[in-house]
């Protein structure tokens, strides 16, 4: 599997259109990655979710994946997890001035979001009717993976934070009402299958009575 990380966009001079095939004679591409750090293809309200306004790092330069795609006969083989794997070892060893890689992703693909969020991508904003396909409007979330140093907006993070306290209180606040629960003789216990007890007792002696009216007749 080839693994191309390029700036300039597919079809441009510099980019995979405007060089040469990697291939090898009986080879085949069955998956593709492409990269940009061009400020012309990271909006500035891109920038400014992944990066925010502060920048210690002077102007930040950013990667954006624009496409990722694999052969539907070799999907399901963790081939677009290595892609993603190369690329942002790329910009972690070979482009020091990088300090996140994002993408979007449609709401709906919760395979390609598991995939991005067990690779260190962050969820960093949620962006209603964002993509618009086969006549129909879909939400759109933007991850981002840091490296280099980088890190989210400090809102972002100042957001989590106030989320994670939030958490911890509610947590907090149902253990103790259990508790309660649980050491107040008055309070209703509410029983189980296996807390129900069942007092068997031993069946009556069952005595037939012959139906006469299906006898014959004397």
Known sequence: TQTHTHTPPV????????????LQAGEVMVGVITC????????????QTVMGTQWPWGDPKIAYILTLGVADCFRRRGLAKELIRRTAYHYD???PDVKAVYLHVVSYNTAAI???????????????????????????????RYCNGGQPPLSWRVQQSVNGMRNAVRSLCRVREHSQ??????????????????THT??????????RSLSPNP
């Open 11 to 22: 079809g441009s001079e510099g980019g995979v259109g405007g060089s040469k095939s990697v």
């Open 36 to 47: 940009t750090t061009d400020r012309q293809y990271v909006s500035g309200d891109d920038m």
């Open 114 to 144: 598991a995939l991005y969020e067990s690779l260190s991508f962050l969820r960093l904003n949620d962006m209603p009717n964002f993509y618009n396909l086969w006549g129909n409007w879909y939400d759109g979330i933007l991850y981002a």
């Open 93 to 95: 060893t070979q482009e």
């Open 202 to 211: 031993p069946a009556s002696p069952v005595h037939h009575t012959p139906d």
């Open 181 to 198: 629960e649980a050491s107040d003789p008055e309070s209703p216990q509410v029983r189980g299958p296996a807390d129900t007890q069942t």
